[in-house]
């Protein structure tokens, strides 16, 4: 049987980007649950931080991740050069769904890998020699 998924929770502290009803009603749904989970202040400050826990958190199995864009929290990971393997993460929206909708997929023991592909940013982005010329 496979290991269940890690859950990280992001109170969004510093932000404060997530509807505060909807956090608090995830971290009360998740408390009341009995499930283990972690609990981050922030995900932006850890990011810029470089927290260790990120690299931890990024290298441990299969990992469910409440907090924002699915985009935004791959790229907060590999700026703490912590990249978050895509077919290991999922990564489910406050600021988008539902609290109950959040709280029952972290309840269900299914795991959906949903982070966008792509590769770190400094390769996508245009070279000066490849960028739009101004008009």
């Known amino acids: 049987m496979a290991e269940p998924a890690r859950i990280l929770y992001c109170h969004c502290a510093h932000a404060q980007v997530v509807p505060r009803d909807v956090k608090e009603a995830v971290l009360r749904r998740l408390s009341d649950s009995g499930v283990s989970f972690e609990a981050a202040a922030d995900l932006c400050e850890m990011a810029a931080r470089n927290d260790p ?63 966008p592909a792509g590769k770190p940013l400094p390769e996508d982005a245009p070279s000066p020699s490849k960028a739009a010329p101004a008009s």
Do not use: H
Request: glycine residues 6%; contains cysteine; proline residues 8%.
């Open 53 to 115: 826990a990120l690299v931890r958190l990024a290298g441990e199995g299969c990992v469910q991740i409440a907090a924002c864009y699915p985009r935004a929290v791959k790229w907060l990971f590999a700026a703490a050069g912590a990249p978050l393997d895509p077919a290991r993460t999922q990564v489910l929206n406050m600021r988008t769904a539902p609290a109950e909708e959040i709280a029952a997929a972290l309840a269900s023991g299914t795991f959906t890998p949903n982070l």
